[in-house]
């Protein structure tokens, strides 16, 4: 199994930024592809991100496109998502994952991942 834990939330004012981090443990971490989702109070959780095992790929929800920028550094285990111009609307829990199983690109479903970090609270005051 692999184990994932957020960091980098919190509290900032609409227009700025934050940077998630996702570091993992337990696996060899650059075979498997990640994913970033949120879930706001009251919603479902949706999808945010994803990036191939090798990095060479991404792909964003349409809601965060050209704000958002998902990353990995395999030599550190950690993933990543730099988020900017951010809006009251990208207030929520952010969990990172892992498709552990490889599945064909691009990986958006929740159900396709297998492993999920604890989250980490985003709050965007207006």
């Known amino acids: 199994q692999v184990q994932l834990v957020e960091s980098g939330g919190g509290l900032v004012q609409a227009g700025g930024s934050l940077r998630l981090s996702c570091a993992a443990s337990?696996?060899?971490?650059?075979?498997?592809?990640m994913g970033w989702f949120r879930q706001a109070p009251g919603k479902e959780r949706e999808f945010v991100a994803a990036?191939?095992?090798?990095?060479?790929?991404?792909y964003y929800a349409d809601s965060v496109k050209g704000r958002f920028t998902i990353s990995r550094d395999n030599a550190k285990n950690t993933a990543y998502l730099q988020m900017n111009s951010l809006k009251p609307e990208d207030t929520a829990v952010y969990y990172c994952?892992?498709?552990?199983?490889?599945?064909?690109?691009?990986?958006?479903?929740?159900?396709?991942?297998?492993?999920w970090g604890q989250g980490t609270q985003v709050t965007v005051s207006s």
């Open positions: 994952a892992a498709d552990l199983t490889r599945r064909p690109w691009p990986v958006v479903a929740s159900t396709s991942f297998d492993a």
């Open positions: 337990g696996r060899t971490f650059s075979r498997y592809a």
């Open positions: 990036i191939t095992w090798s990095g060479d790929s991404t």
